[in-house]
C-alpha cells in the first residue's frame, strides 16, 4: 500500500522529461546557427579563390595582351577571356569595378570606384570584401547600334545574383589607358 502512495516521483519525472526537451532544442539550435555560420565562411572562402583566379588571370591578360581599341570600328577583337563562374548561394552582390552598396544602406548604385581597379563582394551576414587592383580597370561592356561591344558610360558591372554565370573579359583601351570590357552572357 505504501507503494501507491508514494508521489514524490509523479513530479520529478515530468520535469526531468521536460529539462531534457528543452536542453536538446537548446543544443539543436546552437548546431543549426553554428552550420549557418560555416556556411557563411565557405561561401566567402569560395568567393576570395574566385576572385584570386580571375585576378590572375586577367593580369596576364593586361600585361602581355593586345588590346581593341574602342574608336575604331574596323579595329579586331582584343585579347579576351571567358570564364564560368558557380556564385555561392549566400552572395549578396559581386561588384566589378564599383560598390555596389557603398553607403551600406542597401541601395544598389553602380559608380566607378578607383577608376575601375577593385573587385567587391558582399556574403549575406558577413562584411564586405574589396580587393583593389593595380593594373585592372573594369568597365561594363553593352552593344552599341553597329553590334560593337563598347564601354558603358564609365559604369561598373553589379552582378545580384547566385549560381552559374557566364561572362567574357575583353582588353580594349582608348585615349587615357587600358581596360577589361566586361561581356555579360546571361
Same mark, same amino acid.
Given at each position: 500500500?505504501?507503494?501507491?502512495?508514494?508521489?514524490?516521483?509523479?513530479?520529478?519525472?515530468?520535469?526531468?522529461?521536460?529539462?531534457?526537451?528543452?536542453?536538446?532544442?537548446?543544443?539543436?539550435? *546552437?548546431? $543549426?546557427? +553554428? %552550420?549557418?555560420?560555416?556556411?557563411?565562411?565557405?561561401?566567402?572562402? @569560395? &568567393? #576570395?579563390?574566385?576572385?584570386?583566379?580571375?585576378?590572375?588571370?586577367?593580369?596576364?591578360?593586361?600585361?602581355?595582351?593586345?588590346?581593341?581599341?574602342?574608336?575604331?570600328?574596323?579595329?579586331?577583337?582584343?585579347?579576351?577571356?571567358?570564364?564560368?563562374?558557380?556564385?555561392?548561394?549566400? *552572395?549578396? $552582390?559581386? +561588384? %566589378?569595378?564599383?560598390?555596389?552598396?557603398?553607403?551600406?544602406?542597401? @541601395? &544598389? #548604385?553602380?559608380?566607378?570606384?578607383?577608376?575601375?581597379?577593385?573587385?567587391?563582394?558582399?556574403?549575406?551576414?558577413?562584411?564586405?570584401?574589396?580587393?583593389?587592383?593595380?593594373?585592372?580597370?573594369?568597365?561594363?561592356?553593352?552593344?552599341?547600334?553597329?553590334?560593337?561591344?563598347?564601354?558603358?558610360?564609365?559604369? +561598373?558591372?553589379?552582378?545580384?545574383?547566385?549560381?552559374?554565370?557566364?561572362?567574357?573579359? #575583353?582588353?580594349?583601351?582608348?585615349?587615357?589607358?587600358?581596360?577589361?570590357?566586361?561581356?555579360?552572357?546571361?
Amino acid at each position: 500500500m505504501k507503494f501507491r502512495e508514494d508521489t514524490k516521483g509523479s513530479t520529478f519525472i515530468p520535469m526531468r522529461a521536460l529539462m531534457s526537451i528543452v536542453i536538446a532544442g537548446v543544443i539543436g539550435a *546552437l548546431a $543549426y546557427a +553554428g %552550420f549557418q555560420q560555416m556556411e557563411k565562411i565557405r561561401a566567402e572562402k @569560395e &568567393m #576570395e579563390r574566385i576572385c584570386n583566379e580571375l585576378i590572375a588571370s586577367l593580369s596576364t591578360m593586361v600585361a602581355s595582351g593586345n588590346a581593341r581599341d574602342i574608336h575604331n570600328p574596323a579595329d579586331g577583337e582584343g585579347d579576351s577571356r571567358t570564364i564560368d563562374f558557380s556564385l555561392p548561394t549566400k *552572395l549578396v $552582390y559581386l +561588384g %566589378f569595378g564599383v560598390d555596389p552598396d557603398p553607403d551600406n544602406d542597401g @541601395e &544598389m #548604385e553602380s559608380k566607378m570606384l578607383a577608376d575601375g581597379a577593385c573587385i567587391v563582394y558582399k556574403i549575406d551576414g558577413l562584411s564586405k570584401k574589396i580587393f583593389w587592383l593595380d593594373n585592372i580597370k573594369f568597365r561594363k561592356g553593352i552593344k552599341n547600334e553597329k553590334g560593337i561591344w563598347v564601354i558603358d558610360d564609365q559604369q +561598373g558591372m553589379v552582378i545580384l545574383r547566385e549560381g552559374k554565370i557566364k561572362l567574357t573579359f #575583353e582588353l580594349v583601351k582608348d585615349f587615357s589607358g587600358k581596360y577589361v570590357l566586361i561581356k555579360p552572357a546571361y
